[in-house]
């Protein structure tokens, strides 16, 4: 029987001799369920399965705008992983189905029903090759599944600035210990444009480079891959992290998201990350920006009066949280994005605070969140809008 302890960006193999048991670490996401595994009797294969879902209901309150209510999968995903002929030939396969997953059907484009399909390589302990689509090493709250967040989304900068899933080749040399200073080095060279694209070929490459360094030594229990001290570090543990990505060449407005450019642009991202944990407190804080060398306004050549534009600017986000011991966590965050100037006149600046209860039942595999948000958009012409909605959320899966 294979047991999978939990799946993140990087692929971890121990293996005994008495029980040929397996750990396995390869998408990145968080969990702490087990799955289904089977394994052959000649031990060449090894396939595990898992779902999650998020079912979600909220009320909204907008300004200018008609009180809502909303109700919906946010998520349903299957996941597949093992190996195949060797434990150091490992595959990962991710599917979403949920609405809000998959996207609205366009002509002319695909469904997105593959989240990742990717193949690993693991010579050593220390080194992983992959290739295929998979998450880029971008910033913290995007390579964590959204299974392992403490609130019920992502940032308002994380939904602006992240770089996504892409679909290329990522070399990570991972240097993890205990209690004693660790690092780890990742790089990938992928299309630049996003996951399920085809037929959109272009001499343009996206480059990405990360590091990640652990003064204290690494997190139990993989806790770098999940918000919140639910093991209750019993030693302060510190992450700190930068990333950079260039995408040549880009056709959407967010690089690996968003809607299509009239003309393709370079994009340059910068991700910087630092999460702190200890004995029930957790404590995070990240910067992201984006910038191009030209305007970021690009005008349909067949009509003038029709723009669209890459999301320039930058943010800022702080979370504070402790979790009791009858696991109760207490969430606050809050966010700042500003955008560039060429965009100032088409979008707004938004401040976001938001405060969440959560109880876990399983850790992060079963858990009930609450949580109350407020927007604030500031527009160019001066004028503001208030925002406000309540969320009640229940993520379950193995």
């Known amino acids: 029987m294979l047991t999978v302890a939990s799946l993140k960006a990087q692929v971890t193999i121990e293996q005994t001799k008495h029980d040929n048991d397996v750990k396995l670490s390869a998408l990145p996401y968080y969990s702490f369920g087990k799955g289904i595994g089977i394994t052959s009797p000649d031990s060449l294969f090894q396939f595990n399965i898992r779902f999650r879902m998020q079912n979600r209901a909220t009320y909204i309150k907008n300004d200018g705008e008609k009180d809502a209510y909303d109700g919906q999968i946010r998520r349903l995903r299957l996941r597949f992983d093992g190996y195949v002929g060797n434990p150091k030939f490992l595959y990962a396969v991710q599917l979403s189905f949920a609405p809000g997953d998959v996207g609205e059907i366009k002509e002319g484009e695909n469904i997105n029903i593959i989240r990742d399909a990717v193949v690993f390589y693991r010579p050593t302990k220390h080194w992983n090759i992959s290739f295929g689509q998979t998450k880029l090493p971008g910033n913290r709250q995007r390579v964590n599944s959204s299974g392992g967040l403490q609130l019920t989304d992502r940032t308002i900068n994380n939904a602006r600035f992240t770089i996504d899933r892409d679909f290329g080749f990522q070399v990570h040399n991972m240097n993890e210990f205990k209690d004693k200073f660790s690092y780890n080095f990742k790089g990938a060279v992928s299309t630049g444009e996003g996951r399920n ?122 979370q504070i949280s402790y979790i009791t011991k009858s696991n109760y966590e207490f969430i606050s965050r809050y966010s700042v994005q500003n955008v560039g100037e060429d965009i100032q006149k088409k979008t707004p600046n938004t401040r976001e605070l938001s405060f969440g209860v959560t109880k876990y039942i399983w850790e992060h595999s079963f858990k009930l969140q609450t949580e109350i948000n407020f927007d604030k958009l500031q527009y160019y012409d001066g004028t503001t809008k208030n925002n406000w909605y309540l969320r009640f959320q229940v993520e379950i899966g193995i």
């Open 197 to 318: 694209v085809t037929g959109k070929s272009d001499d343009g490459v996206a480059a990405t480079g990360k590091i990640e360094l652990f003064p204290f030594g690494a997190f139990a229990k993989d806790g770098t891959y999940f918000e919140g001290d639910l093991i209750r570090e019993k030693k302060p543990k510190l992450m700190v992290s930068g990333a950079f990505q260039q995408n040549n060449h880009a056709r959407r407005t967010q690089g690996q998201l968003g809607n299509d450019l009239f003309e393709q642009r370079t994009m340059k991202s910068v991700m910087l990350d630092a999460m702190f944990k200890y004995r029930g407190f957790a404590a995070m804080s990240s910067f992201m920006s984006r910038t191009t060398p030209q305007n970021a306004v690009t005008i349909n050549p067949e009509d003038s009066t029709e723009s669209n534009y890459v999301f320039v600017g930058n943010g800022f986000d702080y």
